[in-house]
């Protein structure tokens, strides 16, 4: 997986972490670090006895520094391993070893999101401007298949709560989007205050890279349900169909944008989106939980009848023709088509 941001290949991730490899001798070698993000460490590793490439994140934080969030880690990690999904990344060992709480998981081969919208706006900025940073019924089609994640994982009682494109990673073979870092504790008390005076989060940790999807009750209170994640993946399709979050600007301005400014809607922002799939993004960035889609597996079912409606349409043409406007697009649609499955084995069934 290609990581950009936070990548700092040229530290030999043994050096960072000497006593957690020396403990992991002979199950796995660190090679390099993937990246970071305001939790823990992702080092490249090989699994010497399967001798295959796999993914540790480790908890650069030691219990003896806060043994709270050492705790949680390691609990959430444990919990993640718990599901089971063909759009949720494994955890596959949660342990502490060497000082360090960690834990393994395949090394997914591709990009994340974030990564694919960066790169996609630079190259079409340099071409023809203002150009959708990628295109609609892929964005469509990864966040149907990250609802079945969240419908999965909900109806297990575990909440995401940091659904932002970095911890959606897009395969590069199966073009399957799956979602990582279930469930894991940020770091923060969850509360997200500002602090008049400085304009800077008074809650230790960081949580600046997640703000930008942040439900308003998850501003406001951490009492969430699964519909704050379906929230976070609204905002994740908007900034993925339009090239701009939701809301922009300075972090208590986005706050208070998510608490008292009605989101603007998809194709107001970029009218060549196919409708049908900007209202579906649109519904799910309603300011109150109970307007949104009550379910992961009700989101889906909006995007499935959302993608078909697209493909499908027919618009006239100025010379009185009519072709079908999205047929490249459709092209696509063999890959968006899944074997025939019911919705229920596609959320419920493993890999
Ligand atoms: N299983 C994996 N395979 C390959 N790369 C991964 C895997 N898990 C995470 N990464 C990548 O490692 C990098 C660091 O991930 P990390 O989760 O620490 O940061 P983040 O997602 O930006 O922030 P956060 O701590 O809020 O989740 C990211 O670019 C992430 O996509
Ligand atoms: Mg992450």
């Not at 703000?211 to 699964?226: K, L, N």
């Not at 939980?289 to 043409?317: C, F, H, M, S, W």
Request: net charge positive.
């Amino acid at each position: 997986m290609v990581m950009a941001r936070s990548t700092s290949p040229l530290v030999p991730a043994v050096s960072r972490f000497p006593a957690l490899q020396a403990a992991l001798a002979g199950q796995y070698d660190f090679e390099r670090e993937l990246g970071s993000g305001g939790m823990g460490v992702v080092l490249l590793a090989r699994d010497v006895r399967l001798d295959r490439p796999v993914a540790i994140k480790v908890l650069p934080t030691t219990a003896d520094e806060d043994p709270m969030l050492y705790a949680r880690f390691l609990r959430e990690a444990r919990m993640a391993g718990q599901l089971s999904h063909p759009n949720i990344v494994p955890v596959f060992r949660a342990d502490e070893l060497g000082g360090h709480a960690f834990f393994a998981m395949p090394y997914v081969e591709g990009d994340d999101l974030g990564a694919l919208i960066d790169r996609h706006r630079t190259q079409s900025a340099s071409v023809l401007a203002p150009l959708a940073p990628l295109a609609p019924l892929d964005v469509a089609r990864w966040m149907r298949e990250v609802a079945w994640a969240l419908a999965y994982a909900h109806a297990r009682g575990v909440v995401h709560r940091d659904i932002k494109p970095e911890n959606i990673v897009i395969e590069r073979e199966s073009r399957r989007a799956l979602v990582t870092d279930f469930g894991l504790a940020r770091g923060i008390g969850r509360r997200a205050e500002v602090d008049a005076t400085t304009s800077r989060f008074t809650a230790e940790g960081e949580i600046v890279g997640s703000v930008r999807y942040m439900s308003p009750e998850q501003i406001v209170d951490d009492g969430v349900d699964g519909r704050s994640d379906l929230y976070s993946l609204g905002a994740v399709a908007f900034h993925a169909l339009t090239g701009r979050a939701p809301f922009e600007g300075a972090i208590p301005a986005i706050l208070t944008a998510h608490l008292e400014r009605p989101a603007p809607s998809v194709t107001d922002v970029a009218p060549a989106i196919p409708p049908h799939i900007g209202a579906v993004v649109d519904r799910c960035l309603a300011k109150r939980a109970n307007d949104r889609y009550e379910t992961g597996e009700a989101l889906a079912d909006a995007l499935e009848k959302a993608i078909r409606l697209t493909t499908t349409q027919r618009v006239p043409r100025r010379d009185g023709d009519v072709r079908i406007r999205f047929r490249a697009a459709r092209r696509g649609l063999a890959r968006l088509e899944r074997p025939a499955s019911s919705a229920a084995s596609r959320l419920h069934g493993a890999r």
